[in-house]
């Protein structure tokens, strides 16, 4: 079980928004530790897409955004595209000096 | 090119050692922390442990679960780390990651990863 909780899977159709969650805790994101996002593609690693909540790297489309509030944080897609479909997952920092991820959550364009 | 590295992976019966490297090139290797993060087919991501720059006097700090079966090196002059694991389970099964947090933007947000070395347990 992953300190940080994302929904197993969500779905869209190309062209909507969608939202994935990542709940933590007061030792994690609720202790002001900042949240990272990551994009999975099968049989690839990770990928940095959002840093300290909302920032993204160079390269990443402005489709892609992130928020924190209180002990969760939310990455948001706009304009879906048939290529975002992927594995995203969520990263903090706890307060027992461990890094923490979320399950991850699998998103699927219809 | 920034990258990272991973090597030593393969086979290894129960109750067996392994231990993994990750090659650094492309950046100031000694100055970076290097983080060890694994993944079982088809589950997500599980951080291992990380250990720190010289500054820092390389100090490591480990997931809570595999404290004392993992242990993680380094040698700047070679610009590798290292991932030694005892004890080997089933469970261990997973391809194993190196990464490297991002300089200067926050809490271990990792922005190069090596392409992962599978280690498998069985006999």
């Known amino acids: 079980q992953s300190v940080l909780t994302q929904p197993p899977s969500v779905s869209g159709v190309p062209g909507q928004r969608v939202t994935i969650s990542c709940t933590g805790s007061?030792?994690?994101?609720?202790?002001?530790?900042?949240v990272h996002w990551y994009q999975q593609l099968p049989g690839t690693a990770p990928k940095l897409l959002i840093y300290?909540?909302?920032y993204r790297p160079s390269g990443v489309p402005d489709r892609f955004s992130g928020s924190k509030s209180g002990t969760s944080g939310s990455l948001a897609i706009t304009g879906l595209q048939a290529e975002d479909e992927a594995d995203y997952y969520c990263?903090?920092?706890?307060?027992?000096?461990?890094?923490?991820f979320g399950g991850g959550t699998k998103l699927t364009v219809l | 090119d920034v990258q990272l590295v991973e090597s030593g992976g393969g086979l290894v019966q129960p109750g067996g050692s392994l231990r993994l490297s990750c090659t650094g090139s492309?950046?100031?290797?000694?100055?970076?922390?290097i983080h060890w993060v694994r993944q079982a087919s088809g589950k997500g991501l599980e951080w291992i442990g990380r250990?720190?720059?010289?500054?820092?006097?390389?100090?490591?700090n480990y997931s809570e679960p595999l404290r004392g079966r993992f242990t993680i090196s380094r040698d700047d002059s070679k610009n590798m780390a290292y991932l030694e694991m005892n004890s080997l389970k089933t469970e261990d099964t997973a391809v194993y990651y190196c990464?490297?947090?991002?300089?200067?933007?926050?809490?271990?947000?990792?922005?190069?990863w090596g392409r992962g070395t599978l280690i498998t347990v069985s006999s």
């Open positions: 990263q903090s920092y706890d307060s027992s000096l461990s890094v923490v």
């Open positions: 007061s030792s994690n994101i609720g202790a002001d530790y900042d």
């Open positions: 300290a909540n909302s």
């Open positions: 492309g950046f100031t290797f000694e100055d970076s922390p």
């Open positions: 250990i720190r720059n010289k500054l820092n006097n390389h100090a490591t």
């Open positions: 990464t490297r947090p991002a300089p200067g933007i926050g809490y271990d947000a990792f922005d190069i």
